[in-house]
């Protein structure tokens, strides 16, 4: 299983980014999918995950601000961010979680930068 991320980039406070992560391989179901972030001298933080019947978690941090979407058909899930603050800047990685076989599979990350 493979997750690669895109659509990070540099934006200003208060537009908006979308990221996407395409899967390849198999992710059994029951299966929880989502976007982490890491902020330079930070830990890795839930910015929101998804499981696969549809029931969302936020984080504190971007709840209102993000939304989560999944399609499993297409093996894709995308991430809605808007209003973006400069704390916001962070390395965004996706990640599925395989409840089926307890394996976690980790995308490469993509950074995003917002300036005030």
């Known amino acids: 299983v493979q997750l690669q991320a895109s659509g990070g980039g540099s934006v200003q406070a208060g537009e908006s980014l979308r990221l996407s992560c395409a899967v390849s391989?198999?992710?059994?179901?029951?299966?929880?999918m989502g976007w982490y972030r890491q902020a330079a001298g930070r830990q890795r933080e839930l910015v929101v995950r998804?499981?696969?019947?549809?029931?969302?978690t936020y984080g504190e941090s971007v709840e209102g601000r993000v939304t989560i979407s999944r399609d499993n058909s297409k093996r894709t899930m995308d991430l809605q961010m808007n209003s973006l603050k400069p704390e916001d800047t962070a390395v965004y990685y996706c990640a599925a979680h395989d409840l089926k076989n307890m394996r976690l599979y980790w995308g490469q990350g993509t950074l995003v930068t917002v300036s005030s």
């Open positions: 391989g198999n992710i059994f179901s029951p299966n929880v």
């Open positions: 998804i499981t696969s019947d549809g029931t969302t």
